[in-house]
């Protein structure tokens, strides 16, 4: 098998898991994965729980849509992220509820809206989690925004809208996306229980032990 047909087979496999999760509904989210010629990316109007190997839509390296079904409408955030951050290998998009929750509050905190409460968020996510302003979904202007972000941090979480992740390969920016999640979970479960964070020096040494 290539190693295109091999991600096709695994942005298949992870869509049906985090859909399964309950991480995307309906139509929602969006997949991408940086090839040696171009990228995959999702197709539009896909749901992620059903997608087709045969039908991702696979974009040349001047991002023009060469195959398979037309292309999610949030090519501009991929292309952001996976311009900005030569080390990324894809990125993934969900409107997973409780990350989009923290992007929907009125003052989410500055670049770090989400503690570091467990070791997993920060070796995935990092220290930086800029909130970005709202763009309505699709919209090209949002890619400059999400680009100087990008430069700075390995995930960001759109306004009112939802986060997006990326990692050094598919399996990374997933389960990245899964940290968060599931850290944006803890986080609202314990804002007001006086919860204990990492320390700084913890931190630091999590990042220098994992990058
Ligand atoms: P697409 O169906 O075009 O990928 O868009 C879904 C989505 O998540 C919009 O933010």
């Not at 869509?15 to 991408?32: E, M, T």
């Not at 009125?106 to 990092?126: K, S, W």
């Not at 100087?148 to 990692?167: C, F, Q």
Request: one cysteine or more; a neutral charge.
């Amino acid at each position: 098998m290539s190693e295109e047909a091999r991600l096709r087979e695994a942005i298949c496999e992870h869509g049906r898991l985090l859909f399964g999760r309950g991480f995307s509904v309906g139509s929602a989210g969006n997949i991408s994965v940086r090839l040696e010629d171009g990228v995959l990316i999702t197709p539009t109007n896909s749901c992620l729980g059903r997608l087709d190997p045969a039908r991702i839509s696979k974009l040349d390296a001047a991002w023009r849509h060469v195959g398979g079904d037309r292309p999610s409408k949030e090519v501009f955030m991929h292309r952001a992220f996976l311009a900005a951050r030569p080390e990324a290998g894809a990125v993934v998009h969900l409107h997973s509820t409780h990350a989009t929750a923290i992007a929907c509050l009125a003052a989410p905190g500055g670049t770090a809206p989400i503690p570091p409460l467990t070791p997993y968020f920060v070796m995935r996510i990092g220290r930086a989690l800029p909130v970005l302003p709202y763009y309505r979904p699709g919209d090209p202007a949002m890619e400059p925004s999400i680009a100087e972000a990008a430069r700075a941090a390995r995930a960001v979480l759109l306004a009112n809208h939802g986060p997006v992740v990326s990692g050094p390969s598919l399996d990374d920016a997933v389960w990245a996306a899964e940290e968060l999640e599931e850290a944006a979970r803890l986080a609202l479960l314990l804002h007001d229980r006086g919860a204990r964070t990492l320390t700084a020096a913890q931190v630091d040494e999590l990042l220098h032990t994992f990058g």
